[in-house]
């Protein structure tokens, strides 16, 4: 009679065993099943055991899915050498419970016309029959990388319009000096080719400073080390005072479109009034240019005459130095003067915005 019993509870215990094992195959099945991102699992056997409904996007033209076998199902869709990279990684998981991580690969697709990619992660987990397979989870990257690229690819065009723009208004500034500085020669007044003569050579550096805007690699941004030194050889040339020498001091200094050409257009009118009236054909004019974190100093002296003994530097009544005070003024920076009757030496102490 023990016995029966025993039996009979030994039958019990079982039913309810694998009662508990299906129910649980069920919910973890029910889990993957459901899941709207990209999971399914491989059993021991290295079949496809379970797909979310996240994995469509992959798997939905492979037929039949569920019980075949997962390298078979891997070389239908990529192609060599990466469909046998994809089974042994999953292998070795299987074998050793070594999770693996691929952080993102593109790669074309065997069984259809479509390049994608994917970031994936595998783990070995033990399965409600008590086996091992390996579960992975994965991200569609292709719609991200899409945009990604099509962002991209917005900046350049972005870019490149904006270049164009700098060529062309620097093309259309100096032709609008050009007509002043004809305009100028024809001109039977002194007073009146100078006038425009002056104004032609403020375009110019306005002009100069939108191509180096144009030809520069950082959009927006003009090297005004490399412009200074440039405008100094250009003002030489134009100004015809080959008695003079010229000694330019530059640092590296990175400057937005809105310092670079007010600061252009102040060390325009202060090399150019170097050279006009120093007073001394062999003069030396000096440019130095310094630049921190926080300040960029413009300095010019030369080595002429000096300042006339009743220059007052609280008076400002040349037009350049009105133009230089006000450019100053907008950028919030400071003018130091030289005194009557000392070296010529004009300082611009500039903040910069970063």
């Not at 899915?65 to 994809?86: C, K, Y």
């Not at 042994?88 to 069984?111: A, P, S």
């Amino acid at each position: 009679m023990r016995r029966v019993v025993g039996i009979g509870e030994d039958v019990i215990e079982m039913t309810n065993a694998r009662t508990k094992l299906a129910s649980s195959a069920a919910t973890f099945e029910a889990l993957v099943r459901n899941n709207p991102f990209g999971v399914y699992v491989v059993g021991s056997d290295f079949k496809m055991l379970h797909t979310s409904l996240g994995t469509i996007s992959v798997f939905g033209g492979v037929d039949p899915l569920i019980g075949r076998d997962f390298a078979e199902i891997v070389r239908i869709l990529w192609p060599e050498p990466f469909a046998s990279e994809i089974i042994g990684r999953f292998r070795q998981t299987l074998d050793t419970g070594e999770f693996y991580i691929n952080h993102g690969v593109v790669e074309k697709r065997q069984n259809i016309e479509q390049t994608e990619a994917y970031e994936w992660r595998i783990d070995r987990m033990t399965l409600p029959d008590g086996t091992f397979g390996v579960v992975c989870h994965f991200f569609d990257l292709s719609e991200r990388m899409a945009l990604e690229a099509q962002l991209k690819q917005a900046v350049a065009d972005k870019d490149m319009l904006l270049r164009e723009i700098d060529h062309r208004v620097r093309n259309s500034i100096a032709m609008i000096a050009g007509i002043l500085s004809m305009q100028g020669r024809i001109s039977q007044s002194a007073e009146v080719r100078q006038a425009l003569d002056v104004a032609s050579a403020r375009l110019i550096a306005v002009a100069r400073i939108h191509e180096r805007l144009y030809k520069g690699e950082k959009l927006g941004i003009v090297e005004f080390g490399t412009y200074l030194e440039e405008m100094c050889r250009d003002l030489r040339t134009s100004l015809r005072h080959s008695g003079m020498t010229m000694a330019v001091k530059t640092a590296e200094c990175d400057l937005s479109i809105d310092q670079a050409i007010p600061l252009g257009l102040i060390a325009n009118e202060l090399v150019t009034n170097a050279f006009k009236h120093c007073g001394d054909s062999k003069a030396t004019i000096s440019v130095d240019l310094e630049c921190d974190a926080t300040i960029l100093t413009l300095t010019v002296s030369d080595t002429g005459v000096g300042m006339p003994g009743d220059f007052d530097p609280l008076i400002k009544t040349g037009l350049g130095m009105k133009v230089i005070d006000m450019l100053v003024r907008k950028m919030n920076g400071s003018l130091v003067l030289p005194a009557a009757g000392a070296t010529a030496r004009f300082q611009i102490n500039i903040p910069l915005m970063r």
